[in-house]
């Protein structure tokens, strides 16, 4: 069964710090997608980026990065030099081709607070 | 361009009547979406929509739950009779699926209160 785990549920640091939240998947199909979402304060769920199964390239986007290891089954997420509009609840989620196409399977959410 | 637009955002209710929830996709997307999200249960699907047509609508938590989407620009989630468990923060989100699954883009929300 598909299951999307963010075992960290609150993170605290001080601005400037470097951060990563984890996120570590499980699916039995070969092709799927996984997804990053920003939900801030305000409540809206802001998409990050999508991958799929088939590009372990890691990406980044300005202070955004992310590690995509399928050995692990993980996608973690890594911020640099955080800021305060950085603090929001980070979703990971998963997508997979067969079945339900488009069902995204949530983990619980990792909530990131950036100190001044 | 317009994003997902939900109605109303905040919807305060008495147990036993009927709430509407409403949404209109991104133009051009064909596929459009139903999530709740409460603290116990995160966030979760509802159902799901491909072309108009409901394709799995196996979150739907009970017969209470209706949802319908008459065209592509416009969905409905119906809750009747309500009850102060649906509290919740319904969204509703868009793709366009092509080959596989595609980018959700989520609305604001519907932040439901049910008394």
């Known amino acids: 069964a598909q299951k999307v785990t963010q075992a960290q549920t609150e993170i605290s640091v001080v601005e400037k710090e470097d951060v990563t939240l984890d996120c570590v998947y499980e699916?039995?199909?070969?092709?799927?997608?996984l997804f990053w979402y920003k939900q801030p304060p305000s409540g809206e769920l802001v998409f990050l980026i999508r991958?799929?199964?088939?590009?372990?390239q890691n990406e980044i986007s300005g202070r955004y990065s992310w590690n995509f290891q399928k050995s692990t089954s993980s996608f973690n997420f890594t911020i640099t030099a955080s800021q305060v509009v950085d603090s929001a609840v980070y979703f990971c989620?998963?997508?997979?081709?067969?079945?339900?196409?488009?069902?995204?399977?949530f983990g619980k959410g990792t909530k990131l607070s950036v100190k001044p | 361009d317009a994003g997902v637009i939900q109605s109303p955002r905040h919807e305060v209710t008495e147990m036993g009547q009927e709430v509407t929830l409403r949404c209109k996709p991104i133009?051009?997307?064909?596929?459009l979406f139903w999530y709740r999200q409460t603290m116990m249960r995160g966030l979760e699907l509802l159902i799901y929509?491909?072309?108009?047509?409901?394709?799995?609508d196996s979150g739907m938590p009970e017969d209470r739950f209706s949802a319908k989407m008459p065209n592509a620009s416009f969905s409905t989630l119906k809750i009747q009779p309500s009850e102060p468990r649906d509290s919740a923060v319904y969204f509703c989100a868009s793709s366009l699926q092509l080959a596989g699954p595609d980018t959700q883009y989520f609305g604001p929300g519907t932040r439901l209160t049910v008394l």
């Open positions: 929509f491909n072309n108009n047509v409901p394709i799995d």
């Open positions: 991958r799929n199964s088939f590009d372990e």
């Open positions: 133009s051009g997307h064909n596929s």
């Open positions: 699916t039995r199909d070969t092709t799927y997608y």
């Open positions: 989620a998963l997508s997979e081709v067969g079945g339900s196409q488009g069902n995204l399977i």
